[in-house]
Structures are given as structure tokens and as C-alpha cells.
């Protein structure tokens, strides 16, 4: 039976090449995009791979987007077998210093709005047609700047990058992502946090080693896990992260 994916923020970056590689391997892929013209032109692309992509607005953002992408899910397949948390921003004014003193809460508000409070109201919706698969596979792309293992470390070199909001939005993803994992620990979900590396996006910067290729690898090698694979975890290329 084909496989269903959705894959949120997946007209550029991370989220683009984690549409082709997940749709390469025969998943009907769901290419969730809030700008419909970015959106189209991203499934356009991909559709001349001859890859099965399809366009979805969703703002994760928007409550009338969730709940249109979740009706259109199940009205044409009645389930989802894999959920890629992959829509972020970054908001902080710079990556470098600790802006946690004087960051304005609008652009906390902002953040979370996008980064904690629509994934979790999407991935909420959701899990219903992901409780119909044989095996529901929910992966959220977080980051090591939300990890409290690496801000404590003084010999880690992102310890001088505290651009607070993006960090604590993240760190609530990681918080979601353990908590989820243990609520549906007796179902066929897996739930698991990946940190795709430091990447060449908008988020990223051009200064980045990692192409979004690469970027794209630890995401879905964690949707193709089988049953014996892990619940609850925060890894990069396989390997545990500090959470
Ligand atoms: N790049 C890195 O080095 C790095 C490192 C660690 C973690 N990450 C994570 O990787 C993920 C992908 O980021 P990226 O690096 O690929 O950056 P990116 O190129 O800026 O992509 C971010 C994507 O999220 C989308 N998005 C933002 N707000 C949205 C919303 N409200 N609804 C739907 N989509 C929305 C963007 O859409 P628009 O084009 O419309 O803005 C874009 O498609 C993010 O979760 C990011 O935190 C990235």
C-alpha cells in the first residue's frame, strides 16, 4: 500500500529536499507550502523528477489551513503514514550573542506562534489519520539551539549563539517531541526530534557546510525507521544529541 507523507515548509531549504527524497523512495508526498505560488512552483519542480508530489497550502500558523490539509488527507486517502515537522523561522535579530535581556516578547510570541504552538495544534489534528497507519512515523526537525546539553557547554561552538526565542521555541519542540512519544507509547507511532545539521537555507545563511541535501538526510532516514526503531529521541545522522 503507498505510503502517505506531509512534509510542513516544503517550498525551499530542509523542507524541499526532504519532499524529493522521501517521494524518491515511492511515498506519496504532500508538499505543504503557505505561499501558494512558492508551493506550486516547488511541486511543479519536482513533478518534472516524475516524483508524486502534491502542493497543500498550509500555513501552520492558520487553524483553517490545518484543518483543510487534514480533511484533504483523509478524504483522499484516510490515513497519513509519515509527519515532517519541518516549518520554522527565525526571528532574533542575530544568531551571535544573548539577546534573552532585551529580545521583544512580540518576537517571542511570533516565534512560538509558528514554531511550538502550529506544529503542535497541526501535529494534534493530524494524529487521528496517523493513528490509521501500520506505522506512523512523526519527525520534528528541532535544533541544537534548543538544546540545554549544548548551551551549558562552555567548549561547544554554538555556546556564544543565543538567539533566544528560536532556542526556546525549539527547546519546547524537544518538550513536545518526549512528551508525544510517551503518550503514544503503546500505539504504532514513532515520534522522534532530529537536528539536520548546520545547513546552506535562509535560516542557515550561504555560510553553512551543509548543503540541504545533506541537511535533509538525518529527517528522513528517521520517517523510513522500521518498528524496531526508536520513540522519544534527538539525534543527527543517527547519533543521540544532548537534549
Ligand atoms: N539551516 C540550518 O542550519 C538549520 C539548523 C538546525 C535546524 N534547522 C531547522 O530546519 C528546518 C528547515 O529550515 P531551513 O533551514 O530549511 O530554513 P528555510 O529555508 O528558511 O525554510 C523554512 C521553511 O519553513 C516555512 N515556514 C515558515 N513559517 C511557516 C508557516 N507559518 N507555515 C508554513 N511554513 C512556514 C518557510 O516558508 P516561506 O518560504 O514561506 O518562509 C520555509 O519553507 C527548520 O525547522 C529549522 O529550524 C535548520
Known sequence: ??????????????????????????????????????????????????????????????????????????????????????????????????????????????????NYFGTVELTQALLPLLKKSDAGRIVNISSVSGSFGVHLDQSHWLYQLKPYAYSASKTALNQFTVFLANALGDSKIKVNAVNPGWVQTSIGSDQAPLTPQEGAKSGVAMALIDENGPSGTFSQDGEALPW
Open 1 to 114: 500500500m503507498t505510503k502517505i507523507a506531509l512534509v510542513t515548509g516544503g517550498n525551499k531549504g530542509i523542507g524541499f529536499e526532504t519532499v524529493r527524497q522521501l517521494a524518491q523512495q515511492n511515498i506519496k508526498v504532500f508538499l505543504g507550502a503557505r505561499n501558494e505560488t512558492e508551493g506550486k512552483n516547488a511541486e511543479e519542480t519536482l513533478r518534472t523528477e516524475s516524483l508524486d508530489v502534491t502542493f497543500i497550502k498550509l500555513d501552520i500558523s492558520s487553524s483553517d489551513d490545518i484543518e483543510n490539509t487534514r480533511n484533504f488527507i483523509e478524504k483522499q486517502f484516510g490515513k497519513l503514514d509519515i509527519l515532517i515537522n519541518n516549518a520554522a523561522v527565525f526571528l532574533d535579530s542575530a544568531w551571535f550573542g544573548n539577546n534573552t535581556e532585551t529580545v521583544p516578547l512580540k518576537t517571542l510570541r511570533d516565534t512560538f506562534d509558528i
